[in-house]
């Protein structure tokens, strides 16, 4: 379980930095052209820069945001609930999560072969893009990998019982 969890850290650490640096680029791009509107012509192609580094964003922070249990959630019933049963229902989240957001990369993988194979190009700038589809299939990937770890941690919550220390 130690191993699991260093991955996971490493892993979604890691994206969310490269999520952050993407959305700086997207702050520069979004001024920039709005300058550049301003006093002379404006880049070519801006919205499709911003939207696929926009989906870079969404895609690389989600695993960072499992990871630190940042996505909304309504537990209003379920912290009535004892620990383990309170265990249970998150471990029964996290598997229907997974299986979801495990399907989601795998169609999101098949996708960007689909667009890869067909030679398919972006509107404005005329430039592949299928390498980005496979990037946001890579940060779904980083959110199955921190719930697989979610998904450990509330079955052993559910079935191991807790040790009781005192300080």
């Known amino acids: 379980m130690h191993y699991l969890d260093k991955i996971n850290d490493m892993i979604n650490k890691g994206m969310a930095v490269v999520a952050g ?48 249990k940042q996505h909304v959630s309504i537990d209003l019933l379920v912290k009535k609930l004892g620990a383990r049963a309170c265990s249970a229902v998150e471990a029964f989240v996290h598997l229907i999560s997974l299986v979801l957001f495990g399907a989601i990369a795998y169609k999101m993988f098949t996708y960007a072969g689909t667009v890869r194979a067909s030679g398919s190009l972006s509107e404005t700038m005329k430039v592949v893009y299928y390498p980005w589809v496979y990037l946001v299939a890579i940060g779904c990937l980083g959110l199955v990998i921190a719930l697989i770890a979610g998904f450990m941690h509330s079955l052993r919550e559910c079935f191991l019982p807790k040790t009781t220390g005192t300080w």
Do not use: N
């Not at 993407?22 to 550049?36: E, N, Q, S």
């Not at 919205?47 to 695993?63: K, R």
């Open 21 to 68: 640096a993407a959305l700086v680029c997207m702050m520069f791009l979004t001024v920039l052209d709005a300058l550049l509107r301003a006093f002379a012509e404006p880049l070519t192609g801006t919205f499709e820069m911003v939207s696929w580094l926009a989906a870079l964003t969404a895609a690389f922070s989600l695993g960072y945001t499992q990871l630190y």
